[in-house]
């Protein structure tokens, strides 16, 4: 039986290329001419894990080329969540024939905008793609220091500071918890410590400091105004102020509403005659 080859070699052609799409939609990737083989170096199987912190997490790739060798081929590290790519770095690579060359990728989330969350990560060289996972994680809580007010301070006395020390929920924190107070150039002209303060995981602990004016360095005058931090270890508090009152002067003092009847005159007046008529009888006794 007579059977045409051209016939025959076009229908072997077309299930080539139809065995290709179905390999291509199944993401199954066919090694181009010059690659055979991409790798991500440096994971252990269980992907890659990157924290919201502006530190970067290395990524590294290594390619290895056939019998054609590579030139300058760009590596492209695409990061890809529910199947559309959200954010890709690239860089080429040149390995000789029959070997392998690692390029290194700095993945920083906070620098590609890549929320808390997991997503894939491919590896895609001259047509042929890895793939692994990526998870990214906000930073770990850490220790606090909270709740340093504004004070003021009188000539010749003394006032105190305090402020809240808060542990993790995962770990207890100990440290030396210090108090420091700067004048308006920078300079220490205060510092007090209490060594250590020891605070169970998920609890808060409060610290407090007595300062003198006394033991204030430097000519205090009144009126000067003072930075005031308190730091826990590592971490500190947001700053205050201590302000420097007159001897004699009522920090904090009353202020009355304009309504209240201590501000009537008539009021007043009556307070005053009946403190006169007290004064009167006293001295007639």
């Not at 054609?68 to 695409?78: A, I, S």
């Amino acid at each position: 039986m007579f059977r045409d080859i051209g016939d025959s070699m076009t229908v072997v052609m077309a299930l080539v290329f139809a065995g290709a799409v179905l390999l291509s939609g199944l993401g199954v990737g066919m090694a181009a001419a010059g690659t055979s083989g991409v790798q991500f170096a440096n994971d252990d199987g269980s992907g890659y894990t990157a924290v919201t912190d502006g530190s970067a997490t290395t990524v590294d790739v290594t390619v290895t080329a056939d019998a054609d060798g590579l030139t300058d081929q760009p590596v492209d590290l695409v990061v890809v969540q529910n199947g559309e790519a959200v954010t890709s770095l690239s860089k080429t690579v040149s390995p000789a024939a029959d070997s392998s060359e690692t390029v290194s990728f700095e993945l920083n989330p906070s620098e590609e905008g890549l929320s808390p969350g997991d997503y894939d990560l491919d590896a895609n060289v001259n047509g042929t793609a890895e793939r692994t996972s990526l998870t990214v994680e906000e930073p770990p809580a850490e220790p606090s220091v909270s709740g340093v007010s504004n004070d003021t301070i009188v000539k010749n006395g003394s006032t105190m500071f305090s402020a809240d020390l808060a542990a993790t929920d995962g770990s207890s924190y100990s440290g030396p918890a210090e108090i420091t107070v700067a004048d308006a150039d920078g300079n220490m002209v205060y510092t007090d410590t209490v060594d250590p303060v020891n605070v169970s995981a998920g609890e808060t602990g409060s610290v407090e400091f007595e300062i003198n004016e006394s033991d204030i360095d430097g000519n205090v005058t009144i009126g000067d105004e003072y930075d005031v931090g308190v730091s826990w270890g590592e971490y500190n508090s947001e700053p205050a102020t201590l302000t420097v009152q007159e001897e004699g002067a009522l920090a904090g003092a009353i202020s009355l509403p304009a309504d209240s009847p201590a501000t009537d005159p008539v009021f007043i007046g009556g307070v005053l005659a009946v403190l006169a008529f007290l004064g009167l009888a006293a001295k007639a006794e």
